[in-house]
């Protein structure tokens, strides 16, 4: 029997009081839809399939180099955590997965924290390495990098590491891990840009070597933050070609925050399927440089185009299609079970519009060169409010209707605040 | 008599070894000068008397919200930053002045400070406030922003928090305040975009009426971080309206890493300037956002062509033509000290190169439109090699010729590793 | 009686074939908005009161500096391009402002030119002058600038151009002259950024004497194109120094595509109407640079977001709100009239979800502090799809439902492409 | 006998009157060198041996889409710009190499075009073929694209033209074939990515398979523009994947206006090096955007860290080093020979300065993550004025010492704007 956080009855309380008018939006919608040759019960079916996994460092507040400001009642541990994304699934039915992050999420019986995870309905989902940060009791530093880093100890302990969260992972039911490195330089001349990278891929390597036969190695790349000269694997291309010489298992993971201003993400996205390395997601939205803000809240209109490449993909899946998907954002400044709730909404929004594209029209029209008709083809999906397909998916799973008044109904972030230990002041992101 | 932090006697015997390749460098660049009809040693006379502060925060490692790596030896107090700064000026000797932030320089004795520093031939120069992290014992929380915050006491206790900051700075000596806030929204709608100006500007008033009449108050824009949607005061048009709004004493700081990219911060200068609201710099560099690099490391041409701003403004005063020059650089890798040394350099250096152009020719190649000529009249002055003016400028006053080798001889940092107090890890600024 | 261009019984043939279809979407959005407290007729009301001018240039096709590829039938002079933003006024109803070009639309009788634009429903809106191409029988070049040039001859034509301008601007029933200048560098030294400036302000204080008392003159910002290296009037507060200084009528405009990467817009028309100067805008959208893409095609979000800062203005009109709203835009691979159509219903568009925003939830939220709320409030209009309010306050003036479909079903292209004499290859946006 | 445009008695007496500077600062620089452990000799000989080539189009004036200010006495044909390469070359001695551009050079005999060429000692480089622009009596039209158009005719046209570049080529004595597309599209969906990208490849591997044995392929990618929403070669690893495809002769170049703002390009660079993908470059300068400016005019560092990482490629050669260099700039204010010229120096400069990099000291730094050192170490090549060197390479070779000062002194234009024809207004690059 599954452990439940929210009452199953205060959800289905709420609900009931919005029924009447989100059946009304549906059927409207439908008919809508239906006068486009579209049957609205395929979308949902696709949208209740459709999955995005949460970060479990993604339920505490995050915060910059400045300041970070806690909020009461934030999870401080693993299991909290647990808590708490088991509180995001529950309402919003899209986050069954997981993401760990390894150390900040070690405890000592793996075999355990699955079981815990299980309770709540959750899996776990990619397993994340940290090679960028130094811990308390750790031999090398991370300060001249890790994988890259000239001194050997340090890339040993960086792939040691690494082949560590695999057998981690391995016990929590996962088959991918996520290798994004902050190795990189600060000022021109600090270290040869050719020779960095081949220490990275020698190392990288030996972690790639330890994988599982049926395991993913995601690299993620990212332009720059920590380092601010120059970043190993800063960009897509370095990524591509870090993969490529890796191995048939190693494929690129693509954060939405990651790239030079004004870069063209979806055909990113594009060409990376057409090299079949297109390994998955980390999602979240910017203005200006890794801002990691909710997915979609600056640029809803580019996420959407990302997954209108994806539902390309899908359909002309050459090689395989298989991403992973995943929110990575920091919440600074709200309640992180909201922010969760509301970018996976927003992500699973984008999804269903993607298929809601009449893509015979579109591919006629662009085969035509008929540049207006292309445009307004995708533009009258992006256009569809499809909220109440998402709320009546998420409502027939068991979910909320309105999540955010269920969850605020629920007071559970109250009741955490008076169980939790508070979280000091610092800054950052542990 | 001086406190001498570094042994003279290692700066001169290190100086005797250097000085015969000095004095053939410094009389062919004489010979080429007198060429170009400039008299060598009037450069030199320009240098000795121009000067850039130090912030005190920048004597110790910076890093970034996801880590910072301690440096053994760095200073943890406002007493050892002094020591540290001492060390910079004494070698350099172009960095009298030194910046103090508030509460992180806090003591009992502001005005045994003040003796301190004098005791090594230092001053302190503007003070900085900080209302953008929280304290331990505050009784408001900077969380939703400072001076424009929604809620009345926060704007009072940040309004306090300035005043008292001048009042410290007078104990000090200094007649500067720099006020940056973090104040922003990360989410559209998140606050009014008028109605926090608004605030801002009520709350700013009330600290301006706080001022000396013989300060001036210096109001820093800043693009983004920690707000990554919209900042209160995000550009150099929000700033300027402030200080137009706030009356005669309140001017401009311009720090070279706070824009959007490819802005033209020259023109920047040259504009604030004609409104007379050019009130001084804080000086670093970037490559991708507010990267807090060594200053000229990455666009060393960028540094010199604000100079030479600077240069047509000092020749043009029009309304005045006082701002303050201060360092603002966050020092993740180096050791704080070298990289102040080699920043204070490299501005030095292009404020030299900016007194060398030949302004007369340059300014006819301006009226008769003759683009290559007015272009290839900067670059020489920008090509010309002045290291030799500098070193004997430093050398003439007691400085070392070769900072970076004579400070290493000293073993200053080796020293201070055994007696000051280990910093633990950590992230962020502070 | 009113020429028309397209038959109206075309038209309503079209309509009547969608009618049903789009009473039920309306019908079914007017239950939806009922329940969120709003009443649609009044946003299809509002939505009917609102226009937005298209640019006379705008009905032909543009192109780069590399190339441009001819539209068979695409307008050639002025009599054809209003007959051209006849046809867009008449299937689209908010467009009936044309903003003219000289000398590009120069023509003997301007009485007859606003007669004939009078017999089509359309009036005359902003006025643009010319100053950054050289025309055949001009005596001056404006190779070195225009109103900022050194010569005085070329200034001294710039001006009386301006002047002209005006004049011709009575003629035509407008009140409002737009400047846009191409003046700036391509080399650091190339100009002298101050002096530039000087003379620019005071070239423009001679058109400025020229104006009538009811008109308004508005600087239009930009970048950079064609210059590269500095621009005299680059950003927007460049343009508020030139505003405040010329005087109580002149004011700042706002084109989409003007400014540096990241920058955000919404901001700067919060400040610029603070400050008294929001003249008006060129709506476009980008990518890249300036890329006078169609309105809202790339980032439709932020169009949004724009047109929440001009509701809050309204609501709160300080010291007068009076924008005047101009399309700006390149068509080069669309048929001109399509794309001015799209773009028309996409700022429409934007215009109506900034007032569905529940503006006092907004507030309270803000005032509290309530960051998810305030951004959902926000959100919620976004995804509102008012496609249905803005065909049915079409059909409701005699527009058609479908803009696209009746378009093509009426030929009107095809039909000019056999009267109207064809276009040479070339280059570029003449 | 070699034909000479300028004067050779008047170089000479030019460089008479500035020999004993030059062997002043030459001897000087010497000395201070040789304590670095630098023969000054075995640089210059480096500097005679380096070249880079001219682009044929870039003798005559560039504009923007707005607008193009001719010239007096600028080339309008094949014949005249090889006159001005000659006084380019004979000026500045390093540029022997002219980059021909067809159409735009057709002749009827391109063997006695290649013997007009060396009757000037100079040869041809790479060719560059044109497939963005229509020509008058072309049948097909590239407004839908060309390699990558969905237009079958198109797509043969394009290959057509290419496979006949690399005939005019073979018959010029060049070895390389520079291809540049601006295919893309300027709405989101106007064509699906994965397949413009698929017809492109189909498209280029007929050209490819046209090239002789020993010619190289390169392709140029370029982030936007024409195309502004997406590009098919828009970054570098699009153009690696597509070098990659097409087989061991194809290569990818470099431009360095095409990239998104802060891109590392040096780290594209040593990346491309080590996928052994590197073919060359195309010089220039930029601000905002593909800007076309004189070749480190605007950001010299950036150029001097490009050659950084050339010079550590050609030090571990790894697959191979052989790049291609070539000046790619728009001249659209000043004389085209003047900034070529400039341009040529500035770019021999950085090649030369990466020479004085003390390499070894360098690694070691590296290695020892010694920051502060490497960075000094490479700052103090890029600070060293390499002006006497390049001057008296020029001048060892009967090259000019003061090229500037001898070209104005010939009248080489001013008797150019007596015998060519006037070139009319318009706009664009043509």
Redesign the interface.
């Known amino acids: 029997m599954q452990n439940t956080v929210i009452s199953p009855d205060l959800i289905e309380q709420d609900n009931a009081a919005r029924l009447d ?1 989100l059946e ?2 549906y059927a ?2 439908s ?2 839809l239906e ?1 486009r040759g579209i049957a609205i019960g395929q979308v949902k079916e696709r949208a209740k399939d459709w999955s995005v996994a949460v970060p479990s460092w993604g339920a505490g507040r ?6 970070k ?1 806690p909020l009461a009642g934030e999870p401080t541990n693993i299991h909290e955590k647990l808590e708490d994304c088991a509180v995001i699934h529950q309402l919003g039915r899209t986050t069954p997965g997981v993401s760990p992050h390894f150390p900040w999420d070690r405890v000592e019986d793996y075999s355990a924290l699955r079981e815990e995870a299980e309770s709540y309905g959750l899996h776990f989902d990619a397993v994340n390495s940290n090679t ?5 009791d750790q031999p090398q ?4 990098g890790s994988l890259s880093s ?2 050997e100890p340090t890339r040993r302990q960086a792939i040691e590491h690494n082949v560590e969260c695999i057998e981690i992972g391995r016990h929590l039911g996962s088959d991918r891990l996520t290798v994004w490195v ?1 190795d990189g ?11 960095s ?1 081949d220490r990275y891929l020698d190392a990288a390597a030996e972690v790639y070597a330890a994988l599982p036969a049926d395991w993913t190695m995601m690299l993620e790349h990212k ?4 380092a ?3 970043s190993v694997i ?5 990524s ?2 870090a993969a490529q010489e890796l191995g048939e298992q190693c494929k690129c993971l693509v954060d939405l925050g990651h ?6 993400i ?3 996205v ?2 990376l ?3 079949g390395k297109l390994g998955g997601f980390h999602f979240n939205d ?4 890794d ?4 997915s979609g ?6 996420l959407f ?1 990302v997954f ?2 994806l539902a ?2 899908e359909t ?1 899946p050459r090689g395989g299609f298989d991403p992973a998907y995943m929110i990575d954002q ?1 919440h ?4 992180p079970i ?2 969760m709730l ?1 970018s996976a909404e927003t992500i699973a929004g984008c999804h269903a519009r993607a298929w809601l594209v009449d893509r015979e029209a ?2 006629a ?5 008929d ?9 009258q999906a ?4 499809v ?1 109440p397909i998402l709320a009546m998916a998420r409502m027939e799973q068991g979910g909320a209707i309105d999540w ?1 008044g269920t969850y605020r109904a629920s007071q559970h972030r109250e009741r955490k605040a008076q169980e939790r230990r508070a979280v000091g ?6």
């Not at 530093?141 to 001249?144: I, N």
């Not at 330089?185 to 020779?195: A, K, L, S, V, W």
């Not at 790239?259 to 063209?264: D, E, K, S």
């Not at 910017?286 to 440089?289: E, I």
């Open positions: 008018a009304e939006d409207a919608l008919r809508a006068r995050g915060g910059t180099r400045f300041a400001f960028f940060q130094d811990q308390q530093s991370y300060a001249t000239t001194l902050g330089t600060n000022f021109p001349g600090q270290q040869d840009m050719g020779r990278f332009m720059f933050e920590p601010f000269y120059s800063s960009d897509w291309g370095s591509l070609m790239h030079a201003p004004n870069v063209n979806e055909q990113i594009a060409r399927h057409r090299a910017s203005k200006y440089g801002d990691d803000l909710d809240s600056i640029n809803p209109h580019q185009l209108n490449e390309e993909a002309a920091s600074n400044v709200t309640d909201e922010s509301s579109l591919h029209a662009q085969e035509s060169n540049v207006m008709l292309a445009f307004r083809t995708l533009r992006y256009e569809t409010d909220g955010l002041l610092g800054a950052g992101i542990v």
